[in-house]
């Protein structure tokens, strides 16, 4: 009797202690909320996987005067961070410390640590950084695969490489040419104001400009203005972190069904805040990351390499783009280069 | 045959031709906004709200509807309302939204409006004729009381409680009285003898700090159930708690649910998951940043000819630590 009673108490407490939040702990299910891979059931590298050696190849062919533009803004103290995230570097300087210097040669040298958050400055977004509830990409239950340090699945060390061809679409001229364009008052260069929709017909009349039809494989960067304020850091960090243009729910659909592995903008979502519908969060992330494993690159400096589209009358380029095999990461920043 | 009936078959025949009769929905209407105070630092209703906030909610809402906005900012000005109202009806708008707490010249402007055929729908302060919208600020202080009578329950039962008034209880207009009633209401309801203490900040937030030190130092060791008529107010409220250690007999509810405190995109989120220790417990939502969400739909739906219920109320909900992010994301998920 006393032994029922103990354990009828210890039902009582353990359903207190879990059973109590158990909407919050049961796995969800997945299958219900994230669409499944078209690579396979174990796929956790998404939408690289059509990176082909065929793809790279006919992307080389857009080398032709070899002109490197950079496509990254500069990673340092001062550039937009949201909330509470940051980015700091410390310095190990033994060149400065008089009697440790290596040798009769006195070889001295330095080292930084990075103290720092991986989606800062111009950045990848990988497939394990956004879901729905505990559902990840490829209909992952991510909950049994997390640790205190990193993913267990989808990290980035999965994803391919991007030896791809990107392509520049100019929103703002988009927007100017179609007589549009609401600028921010901030922006010293035309830019489109933040909580401008850009659309499917928008990112089609883009590629239009300079007639190019998007393909598989390729990396499409949109080039907003935005990145503007991005540049006069710090002054303009808060406005540049109130909201964005972007790209609306439909035009990030439209992109998935051309088959794309990567969509970048110079603003720190891609997509279009405040958003459409003021009741969901993040709608293009979910589109993008989570249903077709494509990534999301932020921070973009999407400026140059629009202006030597204008200049050259060529919207394409060989992406060039290195991302560390980062065992577990959901993200890091990136170097970015066009080749022409 | 019924013409009803008539009409329905003639319809169909037309979509079965492929020929579409255009329909209201199908066009633009030009609607205008006639804000009340776009003044920088010009607050809202005692609410932490801003006019600009409300003018961004119409222009965020826009992008999705067949609108086209034009914007007017009445300077909490009557007389510049009534030229406001001149200037609206000249550019030949469908509608206007007019947003002037001032009854004379809401009259005045439902007279101009009716002689130029224009409909008007009103915002917080009644046009004669015009559907309402706005708060119900009595039920939005009944939720922040019920929420504070529950909480004194939970955790202080038997205790001797003392309910606590902060804000601009001396503000003479209808919100603050209806709010201060719903809130006594609310808490009358769990604690029926309950006894409140008003404290009065004339309007200066800041003022809540000292106003309720000197309370807290004179009632030692006293459980307190704290309604906050603004979030600032309890903001400074909260910091009296703290400096006077007071954290562990005393919590608050606010009204409001401003930037003061959801943090939004700012590093200081008074409500939000990571600061469930806070003994702001929550705040009851007004929206007033998202009006234009609600406002230009209730306006298509009068334009289409749809007779509309005399008053809307916003949505009020309590806000807390638990269902913050639902409501306000924050930006920094990117």
């Known amino acids: 009797m006393r032994i029922a009673g103990l354990f009828s108490f210890l039902s009582v407490t353990l359903l207190s202690l879990f059973g109590q939040p158990a909407p919050a702990w049961a796995q969800s299910d997945c299958k219900a909320l994230v669409a499944p891979s078209p690579f396979g059931p174990d796929d956790q590298t998404g939408a690289t996987n059509r990176i082909t050696p065929a793809v790279t190849k006919a992307a080389a062919a857009d080398i032709q005067t070899g002109v490197v533009t950079a496509m990254a803004y500069p990673l340092t103290d001062g550039i937009p961070l949201f909330g509470t995230r940051f980015s700091k570097t410390v310095l190990t300087s033994f060149a400065t410390m008089p009697g440790a210097e290596f040798g009769k040669n006195k070889l001295s040298y330095m080292e930084d640590t990075y103290l720092s958050q991986s989606h800062v400055g111009t950045h990848i977004d990988g497939i394990g950084h956004i879901g729905v509830q505990d559902c990840y990409y490829n209909q992952t239950p991510m909950g049994k695969y997390v640790t205190q340090n990193n993913l267990k699945r989808l990290g980035l060390e999965n994803i391919k490489t991007f030896a791809t061809r990107g392509v520049i679409i100019d929103a703002v001229k988009v927007f100017q040419e179609a007589g549009k364009l609401k600028a921010n008052s901030a922006c010293r260069r035309p830019c489109l104001d933040a909580g401008t929709m850009i659309t499917e017909a928008d990112l089609q009349a883009g590629l239009k400009m300079y007639n190019v039809s998007l393909r598989e494989g390729d990396a499409v960067f949109i080039n907003t203005g935005w990145g503007d304020l991005f540049e006069q850091y710090p002054a303009q960090n808060a406005a540049y972190n109130g909201g964005e243009p972007g790209i609306i729910d439909s035009a990030a659909k439209w992109l998935a069904s051309q088959k794309v592995v990567a969509v970048g903008s110079d603003s720190w979502a891609v997509e279009v805040i405040p958003g459409e519908n003021k ?20 921070n973009v400096r999407t400026q140059l390499i629009a202006d030597a589209a204008a200049n050259s009358k060529r919207a394409t380029f060989f992406l060039s783009m290195t991302v560390p095999k980062a065992v577990g990461l959901t993200g890091t920043f990136v170097n970015i280069e066009a080749i022409q | 045959m019924h013409r009803g009936l008539r009409r329905r078959l003639f319809l169909a025949g037309l979509l079965a031709c492929g020929v579409h009769p255009v329909r209201a929905a199908d066009r633009r209407y030009r609607i205008a906004l006639a804000n009340l105070d776009e003044t920088t630092g010009a607050t809202l209703e005692g609410l932490g709200f801003m006019g600009t906030e409300v003018r961004r909610s119409f222009e965020l809402a826009a992008r999705t509807l067949p609108v086209d906005m034009l914007y007017f900012d009445n300077a909490g000005d009557p007389a510049r309302a009534i030229a406001n109202t001149d200037a609206a009806i000249a550019a030949k708008i469908d509608l206007l939204v007019e947003y002037n707490a001032d009854p004379d010249a809401n009259a005045e402007i439902a007279r101009r409006l009716a002689a130029a055929s224009i409909p008007a729908l009103a915002l917080i302060d009644p046009i004669p004729g015009a559907p309402l919208y706005g708060p119900d600020n009595r039920n939005a202080g009944r939720i922040a009381g019920q929420a504070l009578g529950a909480f004194a329950l939970e955790t202080w039962p038997g205790d001797q409680v003392l309910g606590v008034l902060i804000g601009d209880l001396a503000d003479p207009g209808p919100a603050i009285r209806d709010r201060v009633q719903g809130i006594t209401e609310g808490l009358r309801e769990a604690l029926p003898s309950l006894s409140l203490s008003p404290l009065d900040t004339g ?9 309720f030190a000197k309370l807290l130092q004179t009632q030692r060791g006293q459980r307190m159930l704290i309604a906050t008529l603004d979030d600032l107010s309890a903001v400074y409220a909260k910091n009296a708690i ?3 250690r007071r954290q562990s007999d005393c919590v608050i509810v606010s009204q409001g649910l401003d930037r003061n405190i ?11 998951p990571n600061n469930r220790g806070s003994v702001v417990l929550g705040s009851v939502a007004y929206y007033m940043d998202r009006y234009g969400y609600d406002v230009l739909p209730l306006a298509l739906r009068l334009l289409d000819g749809e007779k509309l219920p005399p008053r809307t109320v916003t949505k009020h909900i309590l806000i807390t630590a638990a269902n913050v992010f639902q409501e306000y994301p924050p930006f920094d998920m990117n």
């Not at chain 1, 969901?280 to 990351?289: D, E, M």
């Not at chain 2, 309007?203 to 106003?211: E, I, K, P, Y």
């Open chain 2, 203 to 211: 309007g200066q937030s800041v003022r809540a700090d000292a106003l």
């Open chain 1, 279 to 298: 009741d969901i969060a993040f709608p293009v992330h979910k589109t993008l990351i989570t249903d077709n494993g494509i990534h999301i690159i932020e």
């Open chain 2, 242 to 244: 703290e400096m006077n």
């Open chain 2, 262 to 272: 959801h943090g939004s995109a700012s590093e200081k989120k008074e409500i939000d």
